[in-house]
């Protein structure tokens, strides 16, 4: 080493010792500071309350709560990087022990701090301007390793002067030297002070989801708690770190060192709504007709001229959510010319929702598939996850009949929550997702004939048939009037480039009292968020009506309970849609003329002049 080698080595080493020194004085100085203060708050606000912060031995700190009470300093520390974290967490979890224990308790809880101002949110291409920063995003998880332990806290000593110093795993990421402080001396592995389980998530842009074979950011996140994650949609929050490939290695990888890991869903939503949005959307929700409005912006009426098909795919989006009974699944039987891969993909493109074509897929694109990879850390077995278990709201499946194997073996998570697959033993995969799946006929030019039963040209078994809850026949009949309008929004969108977006096609605006309010996809993809998580109740009469259609129908007609369901999980859709507290007998009218809609077009029996939905039962293929 040259003299001048050993200048830069030595500064190198002073500067990082001094903001070692810094933050270690810092925190030293932060704890003195609010001990009393931390210690009130564990006595008065955390101890009386812990069974609202505790969840499988994990008790939750909200940092937006700390702020409130004056405790920035503390805050900014966890903030620092990664190990300053640590030391708060670990810091209070001691005094939150031994506030337990002179209460007589002799608990250990594992503290997680979370909860971070909305400030810290960042979409995941931003993911690497953040390094040492705590971030906070959502996704979804496509890869999970299996949860091992790993160790978390190392002691060293020196040798020579047998000081000795704690070091945090990540800090071994650089380097495995590490030295004393105060002598300069190499210091010694001693032991193992701590371990915690960890898992390594690979999570995915909720954006990206429809591009499901164009897989673009997708960061990894290591995550220590007791809980494992190996499916769904999650709200990360964590600190951003460069990581080195291997040991040795001088390229590396953005990691982010997840602190808490949310599950999203009904209570958490999977996009934010702004007050503003909230405002528009309940002052739109008061027009007439909202549900048509809506569903004309969802599916153009250029994709498909059936308003009662656009309507029935809007609720579709709004009913998930009511676990398994809520779901309703609906096929598209479409002539060639209608662009259902349009519709799907538009659909797909919803967040929580996927696009795939089932004709070239395997079981394991749907389900789960098994994987060895390995990081810095080791090698370990990951649990991929499918498409199923990767939808939270709508799967869209085109071409559905040209893989009979693989949809027949899907009809289990059309009813249930969950799709057992066989790999050695049994697993349950979360199946959360309602089915939006489109086709064509089997026939010879890929159009229905009228005057023949639609059932009996898509060769789609019985065992899934009979799992849909509507099945609706778009033709593609030439009609003057909407050939025009097609013909007239290509030409605006495609010869006149600076049109985008196209009023009366892509948005519209709607008179809220003297306001317009824009209505564009974006907007209905807000307003499904919004009156999803509505929970309307039937009021006696929407429940007489609904009893009186089935009593007559089961008079006249063939229909089951299956039936009365769809009724039912539609009503409450309609309810939803116009963000009532209440489903009435105006919403149960509209539910039943959808399902009517269907049974007309699809299990109507001309020869008894009846509705009869055991036709679709004898589907033998
Ligand atoms: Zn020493």
Known sequence: MSENDKIFKDRGEEILYNLDVLNICNFDRVKKAYENQIKDYIKNSLIPNISLHVNNGVVKISMKELAKLGFEDLINITLSDITGYYKVKDWIEKLLEEELRKSGENKCYNVVLCDYPEEFEVSMREIPYYVNKVVKFNGVIISASYPCVLSKKHLYICPKCGRIKEVYFDELFWNDKVFCKFCGGKMEFANVVDYEDFQELVIQDLSDESEYYGIKEHPIVWYCGAKSYYFGHVRITGIVREVPKNSKSRIYDFIVQAINVEKLGVEKPLINLTEEDVKNIKKVAKRGYIIDILADILIPPLFCDDAIVRKAILLQQIAPYLEDRGKINILLVTDVGIDKTDILKRIGSIPGNNFINIAALKWE???????????????????????????????????????????????????????????????????????????????????????????????????????????????????????????????????????????????????????KIKIDFNFVVKYIFYSRHLTPIFTDEAIEKISNWYDEMRKNHYITAKQLNTVIKLSIAVAKAKLKNYVDEEDVKEAIDIIMHYLKQVVYNPKKGIIDVTLLYKNKI
Not at 384 to 410: A, H, M, Q, W, Y
Not at 434 to 443: D, E, G, W
Not at 451 to 459: A, N
Request: include cysteine; aromatic fraction near 12%.
């Open 365 to 515: 694109d749907l389900t789960v598939s098994y994987d060895k990879r390995s990081n810095i850390l080791g090698e370990f077995f990951t649990v991929n996850g499918g498409v199923v278990p990767r939808t939270l709201g709508v799967l869209c499946i085109d071409d559905f009949n040209e893989n009979k194997k693989l949809s027949t073996k899907l009809s289990e998570s059309f009813e249930r929550n969950v799709l057992t697959v066989n790999k050695g033993s049994f697993y349950n995969i979360p199946a959360e997702c309602s089915f939006l799946c489109a086709c064509y006929p089997k026939t010879k030019f890929r159009k229905l004939d009228p005057k023949k039963s639609i059932i009996k040209q898509i060769e789609i078994p019985s065992i899934l048939l009979k799992n849909f809850d509507l099945i609706f026949p778009i033709r593609n009949i030439p009609n003057k009037c909407r050939d025009k309008e097609v013909a007239k929004y290509i030409f605006l969108k495609y010869v006149d480039s600076d049109n985008e977006e196209i009023e009366g096609y892509d948005y519209v605006f709607v008179d809220v009292g003297e306001e």
